[in-house]
Structures are given as structure tokens and as C-alpha cells.
């Protein structure tokens, strides 16, 4: 693994938006020493599936996995994200808004203990603010797939074929190893997220159905 090295990691299937991502990433300061990849994967039939071919190709030691309509605001996002992981080696993965406990229905964003906040564009701009970290990060059960960035390598649940419940089963799973996951402190949001308002409910209601079989079946944590 290369310590000094950050890969960006995408499934796309919309070039412009793609670019608009990659030219935030490209204005990101850049610590001295490191260096910055990206990885656009096209043509994959699901996020796992997408995700775990770019992390077989790339040797980077942290992966940023990032929708390509997610644009990163937070020009020191590349010094926040190093200082984070090598000041906290059980901290395995990293996101910007999620839940600090996960409903029974598999649904984060019903949960009653909401972390972290983003910014986001629904035909109009929207600031979505939850439980702050006090330093550093807030430790949570899950993240939104929006950002997830990890400073170690663990298989995608391909299982789950499509494009929902890759985000909440790979929090579960880098705790089942015995990582934390977590949501970073945020003085101002790291993202915005240009996700329109198209939202397939019916395949979402599929995979939440599956989920939830696939969690009761989850074995308890490693160690």
C-alpha cells in the first residue's frame, strides 16, 4: 500500500457531472509528499460490484468513495481526511452525515440520532445539519454513500446488485472487523451534494427488504 497516496473512487454514468466532481477534487490543497489518483469506473452494474474493482486496482492506502454528483466545498478536505486517519488508527472508514444509531426499519436517515451535515441542491439548495462532533469525529453506525472514505481495504457486499444498502452494510461490516466508522467534525459542510430529486422507491423498498434479512444474519462483531 502506498501511505502517501489518495485515491478517489466514482461510478459513473453522467460525464458532465463526473467533471464537475473531478474539478473539485483538483482544487483540493494537496499535502506535501502525496499524491492524488482517480478512478472512474463505467459500465458497472452495481455500486459494489464498481467499487471493488477500483479497489483491487488501486495500491492508494486511503480511498475516497465519492458519487459523481458530490462536489467537495472543503479545500483542506485532503489535510482534514490525513489528520483524521493517522491521529486515529481505529477509525476505518469516514463520512459526512449519517446515524449515530440505525432504525429497525434500515432507513438512516429515520433515525432520531441524525450526525454530521452536508449541503444539498433538490431543484433548490438545502442545508441539513444533525448531531456535531465535539472533536475530531463522531462515532456512528452508518454513513451515506454521498462520501465514504477509508484508510483500510475491505470487500463491498456484493450481494446487495444494485445502487442502495452499499453505504449502510460496508458501515456494518468495517465494524463487524473491529473498526470505528465515523463522521467527521465539520465547522462548515465538506460537500455539496447535487442529487436532484429522482429517487427509485421501489428498488430502494427491494433492498431495505433485503437488508434487514442480510443484518439478522450478520455475525456478531470480530475480536
Not at 428498488?203 to 456478531?220: G, S, T, V
Request: with cysteine; aromatic share 14%; net charge negative.
Amino acid at each position: 500500500m502506498d501511505k502517501q497516496r489518495v485515491c478517489f473512487i466514482t461510478c459513473v454514468n453522467d460525464e458532465a457531472l463526473y467533471r464537475r466532481s473531478v474539478s473539485h477534487i483538483d482544487m483540493l490543497h494537496l499535502p506535501r509528499g502525496f499524491s492524488v489518483d482517480k478512478i472512474g469506473i463505467r459500465g458497472a452494474v452495481s455500486m459494489t460490484s464498481g467499487y471493488n474493482k477500483a479497489m483491487k486496482e488501486s495500491d492508494a492506502k486511503y480511498k475516497v468513495y465519492i458519487h459523481q454528483d458530490t462536489m467537495i466545498i472543503n479545500r483542506m478536505f485532503l489535510y482534514d481526511l490525513l489528520f483524521l486517519f493517522e491521529h486515529h488508527p481505529k477509525l476505518g472508514m469516514l463520512g459526512v452525515i449519517g446515524a449515530k444509531e440505525l432504525p429497525i426499519n434500515g432507513v438512516w436517515w429515520d433515525s432520531f440520532a441524525k450526525a454530521g451535515k452536508i449541503l444539498e441542491n433538490r431543484d433548490t439548495y438545502g442545508y441539513l445539519s444533525f448531531i456535531e462532533a465535539d472533536y475530531a469525529y463522531q462515532p456512528v453506525e452508518v454513513i451515506d454513500g454521498v462520501l465514504m472514505a477509508t484508510q483500510y481495504d475491505l470487500p463491498w457486499e456484493e450481494e446487495f446488485d444494485g445502487w442502495h444498502l452499499y453505504d449502510t452494510t460496508q458501515s456494518l461490516l468495517f465494524q463487524k472487523a473491529g473498526f470505528e466508522v465515523g463522521i467527521a467534525h465539520q465547522p462548515h459542510p465538506w460537500v455539496l451534494h447535487e442529487c436532484g430529486v429522482d429517487f427509485d422507491q421501489s428498488a430502494y423498498a427491494n433492498y431495505i427488504a433485503r437488508f434487514l434479512i442480510w443484518k439478522k444474519n450478520l455475525p456478531k462483531k470480530e475480536g
